[in-house]
């Protein structure tokens, strides 16, 4: 197969109406030669072009030739191309001989294009062969039949090859672009294409394809194959994954693969064009399909990649959910247990419940009754009380009326001074209920007050000691940790014989870590007894003692008013105070106690705030040497491995010391105080309370009894007087009052008897009543005896009226306090 490619002049006019010059031309060249981007554009491929166009390397052109001096001899080559091809004759033997003669004559080996190239209706049905050409610079294509038109090489005279340029390669300029299709000049002179004006491009051969051309594809197959690596299976590939060197091997066998097939269209389309044509039109759907499968097999490599990435996220996802589900199983389970408890708590109360309103509906049906009988009762004893009023009334005026009539000779002025006297009576009464009433009133808005100050500590004391014990509770779990943590690392230190076992690096950071722990846990507790944490705490307690003694200062106020009240009722040499009053002396000073204590459990001034102190400065300044050692700074000798073993065993006494102080109050000596329990001295302090109402409201009923008594002894103090000054009274005080009294004693009696004894009763009365007259008629001629009786009289009255005179004063002063 003779070769028939030829260079074409670069300087050549385009030819009009082209077929193929719609595509758009390939860009310029530079001055040291085209590198444009192809399938094999690596340099490895670019020198095996470079040997396959040239027989001998030494002719390359360099890169440090001018432009235009280049093509001066390219266009001189190509002459003596067209020269000697009119010399040769067409045998077939041409392919064979062509080398030796260019050998000979020193051309270069370029094959001149066929003539079919010339005339564009044949050229026409060979598009599919032009759509990437090779060129003589060999820039990009997919043709490779110039690999088998060209003559065989020559060995001529090895020359010592000199380099492409001066300058390194590292420092080169190169341009990569993709090859499109040619754009040819439609004249019947030319052949050039419109782009490779610098350059001479080089048709495919349409002479007849023989079996040696096919064997010469296979072996150079072959060889591109061998030269890639990929017919060895432990050919590596370095990628970032096995997708990507997947990818890449498939994209070096489908660059050899399409070249040696653009090889066989072209072979086929020499014998029938038709089916060269049909050949690179399922060559091209083909490679589209190739060249979709690495991106959709890449597409899903990336999403499987995040597919993969999804999944661990889920997964972390699940786990974290898992562990939320079970602890959210642990509360529940525990919510359910208190659930129950709750519920046996709740069917308790109600049964308590159901009880308790049966017990108070019985207590209510019965206070109902019990209220109903009292107001009729009630009702009965005003309307006696308005009757014996009335009567009063009436007998006074009528004595009055009868002092007035038997007086109006003698005696007016002993009459006045005597209505006085009854005007003075009535004011004082009033006076006395006046004072009883103000009295009462200011007790009982006082106990008012010292009710909702015990019921204000009671519930203030109960929560603070509730608050106190929950901290005081967990203060001992976390201390008791602690404790078990230090017991723990000194028997790890401390060996069979007693020596001290040092600890390794991993074990030594572990001690590190836990002290730090511990640390945290004891400074945290420390700020549990400073700044606003003791305010708060230690502000609770001074308002519950203000409580306190605002309650101790009424309660003296009360007790201060009803003191006289209590002389009179004791020997005058007994000067003691109430039971009441002493109780709250007592209770006073066990408050007092409890409340110290309080105070200094929630300061931790009973020993625990300053044994932290004492605790936390050396753990802080083995917890730094420590640190020191397990970052590799420092190492601890073995005395400071006995020194911390027996600073444990002092850390762990002093932990001791301050949980024997929690919730307890020692003395300078040591000695625990002992005070009351505040949920019994709560209970105290109400009983006291209720004692105190009950107390002052007896006092109350006391002092209205007295008033009522004194105001009777002072109506019956009237009435022998009125009867004194009237000269009626004959008869001894003594013998009236018991006439007076056996006649209520007899009115008693007959109240209690029926009809009969009411009428033998009348009869007696009627007979006594006829014989007091004829007693007075026969008593008239003794009135001298009458005065002498009077006079004793008035002696006795006398003294009744300085008794009464007392206890008005004393009565009275009682009131005005």
């Known amino acids: 197969m003779a070769a028939s490619s030829v260079a074409e002049p670069a300087t050549c006019l385009p030819l009009p109406d082209s077929p193929s010059s719609q595509s758009p031309p390939p860009p310029p060249p530079t001055a040291s030669g085209l590198e444009l981007q192809d399938p094999l554009s690596s340099d490895r491929e670019h020198e095996q072009l470079g040997v396959l166009l040239s027989p001998n390397k030494s002719q390359r052109t360099p890169d440090f030739l001018p432009p235009r001096m280049l093509q001066a001899l390219k266009q001189q080559q190509q002459q003596q191309q067209l020269q000697w091809d ?28 066929a003539k079919l190239w010339s005339y564009p209706r044949q050229r026409s049905k060979f598009t599919h062969l032009t759509t990437h050409p090779p060129c003589v610079c060999g820039a990009g294509s997919r043709d490779i039949s110039f690999l088998y038109d060209v003559p065989e090489d020559q060995k001529g005279k090895e020359q010592k090859e000199l380099p492409p340029s001066l300058i390194p390669n590292e420092y080169h300029i190169h341009k990569k672009v993709g090859v499109v299709g040619l754009e040819f000049r439609e004249d019947q002179y030319t052949t050039q294409s419109v782009a490779h004006d610098n350059h001479v491009t080089v048709f495919p051969s349409i002479n007849p394809s023989s079996r040696y051309e096919v064997l010469a594809l296979k072996s150079t197959m072959d060889a591109m194959l061998e030269k890639a690596g990929l017919p060895r299976e432990d050919t590596q590939m370095k990628g970032p994954t096995q997708v990507h060197n997947l990818l890449e091997l498939v994209r070096q066998e489908q660059i050899i693969y399409s070249v040696c097939f653009h090889e066989v269209i072209r072979q086929v ?14 060559r091209s759907r083909y490679t589209q399909l190739l060249d979709r499968i690495p991106r959709q097999v890449m597409s899903l490599h990336e999403d499987m990649l995040s597919q993969r990435a999804l999944c661990k996220r889920i997964s972390a996802e699940f786990r974290q959910f898992r562990s939320k589900i079970a602890s959210v199983t642990d509360r529940l389970g525990r919510l359910r247990e208190i659930d129950t408890q709750v519920v046996k708590e709740t069917r308790t109360a109600h049964r308590d419940l159901l009880s308790a309103l049966t017990e108070s509906e019985r207590n209510g049906n019965l206070l109902k009754e019990y209220h109903g009988v009292y107001e009729l009762q009630r009702k009965r004893l005003l309307e006696s009380v308005d009757k014996v009023r009335q009567e009063r009334c009436l007998w006074e005026g009528a004595a009055y009326s009868l002092a007035k009539e038997v007086m109006k000779e003698e005696g007016t002025q002993e009459l006045r001074t005597l209505r006085r006297l009854q005007l003075w009576e009535k004011a004082w009464a009033q006076q006395a209920r006046h004072f009883t009433t103000l009295l009462c009133q200011a007790d009982i808005r006082q106990l008012g007050e010292v009710d909702e100050c015990v019921r204000r500590w009671r519930e203030g004391v109960m929560s603070e000691n509730g ?11 976390r201390l008791s940790e602690v404790e078990d943590g230090m017991k723990r690392w000194r028997e790890e230190l401390s060996g069979a014989d007693g020596r001290v076992i040092p600890l390794s690096q991993g074990r030594l950071q572990q001690l590190w870590e836990e002290l730090g722990v511990w640390l945290r846990v004891l400074n945290s507790e420390s700020d549990q007894y400073s700044g606003e944490t003791q305010l708060a705490r230690t502000q609770g307690l001074l308002t519950l003692h203000s409580l306190v003694e605002r309650w101790t200062e009424v309660g003296l106020e009360v007790f201060s008013r009803h003191q006289e009240m209590n002389q009179y009722d ?42 932290f102190i004492r605790l936390v400065t050396p753990l802080e300044t083995w917890e730094s040497r420590l640190g020191q050692c397990v970052s590799g700074k420092t190492k601890l000798p073995e005395s400071d491995w006995i020194n911390l073993r027996s600073l444990l065993g002092e850390w762990l006494e002093h932990l001791q010391k301050i949980r024997g102080f929690v919730g307890k109050v020692t003395d300078e000596e040591g000695h625990t105080l002992k005070c009351t329990p505040m949920r019994e001295l709560s209970v105290a302090v109400e009983k006291w309370r209720g004692a105190l109402s009950h107390a002052i409201f007896n006092r109350h009923t006391k002092i209205v009894s007295m008033v009522t008594d004194l105001h009777s002894s002072l109506v019956l103090w009237m009435v022998r007087l009125l009867l004194t000054f009237t000269r009626t009274t004959w008869v001894q005080p003594r013998t009236l009052r018991e006439r007076g009294g056996e006649g209520e004693e007899e009115r008693e009696e007959r109240e209690g008897e029926g009809e009969e004894t009411r ?11 006829k014989g007091l007259e004829l007693g007075l008629e026969g008593e008239k001629d003794s009135w001298d005896q009458g005065m002498g009786l009077s006079q004793l009289l008035a002696v006795d009255l006398q003294e009744e009226y300085k008794t009464l005179s007392s206890s008005i004063k004393k009565l009275t002063t009682s009131l005005t306090r």
């Open 570 to 611: 004791r020997a005058p040499s007994d000067h003691t105070h109430s039971p009441e009053h002493e109780r709250m002396l007592s209770l006073g000073g066990e408050v007092e106690l409890a409340m110290r204590h309080c105070t200094a459990r929630a300061s931790g001034d009973n020993g625990v705030a300053v044994g």
């Open 759 to 769: 009428e033998e009763t009348r009869e007696k009365e009627e007979d006594e009543g």
């Open 86 to 113: 009119k010399e040769q004759s067409t045998s077939p033997r041409r392919l064979q001989q062509s080398p030796k003669k260019d050998s000979e004559c020193g051309l270069p080996s370029v094959r001149p294009p």
């Open 467 to 477: 608050r106190l014990e929950e901290v005081e509770s967990a203060l001992n779990d």
């Open 269 to 282: 389309s020499v014998q029938c064009a038709e089916r060269g044509e049909l050949l690179q039109e399922i």
